[in-house]
């Protein structure tokens, strides 16, 4: 038997191997299926056609929008979304007659709290993305993103910073901006290499929390 919560929701469709674990609130709609070893925290939402690998993890409150394979070595921590279609990757010079399967072969893909990947964006695996960083529908990701970095493009470059709302940041003269929506305050490093939010733990609320 799957290790899971009395109280979440599958479509009768979806496949739930024995050994995966599901948070309580999580709904599961048509045609997924999760691996033995997959992990689901509470209130997360697959979209239709999801897969989860072995040995993935989803924080709370992560929403995978439909059609998407998260393979081993990827991790979501809380709040990330996944637009449709989104490709992630675990081997980087995949070869049909070389095996490469195994975790010792997969490299991973990280994903901090609250990133937000926009539809049909491909993650090259082995980056890491910062927390709240954003990225354009279509992008090819090819390393690393800061925290609140709004990227785009193949391959996709920094276009900007991007609040906790999903806003972009106009920085003045001495390196502050406002979010519009939420009028949370942020900061540029002086290399203007970073951003940090000010008091960020007063303005980002799990809905699970
Ligand atoms: C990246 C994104 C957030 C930028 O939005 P924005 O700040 O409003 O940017 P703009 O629309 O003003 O575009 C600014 C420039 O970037 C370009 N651009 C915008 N998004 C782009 C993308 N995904 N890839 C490449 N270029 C992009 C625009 O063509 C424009 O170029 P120009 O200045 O030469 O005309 C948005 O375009 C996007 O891709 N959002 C993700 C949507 C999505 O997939 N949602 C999934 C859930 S439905």
Redesign the pocket.
Known sequence: MADLAADFYAHPSAVLDAGCRVGAGSRIWHFCHLAAGAVLGENCSLGQNVFVADGVTLGRNVKV?NNVSLYSGVVCEDDV?L??SVVFTNVKNPRSAVPRRGAGHYQPTYLERGV?I????TLVCGVHLGRYA??????VVTGDVPAFA?M???PARQ??W?STH?H?LAFDAAGLATCPESGAAYELSATKKSVTAVNEALIVSNSNS
């Open positions: 929008q979304f637009g449709p937000s926009g539809a049909n964006a954003l990225v354009g529908a279509g992008s709004l785009y493009g193949n276009h900007g991007v999903g972009r």
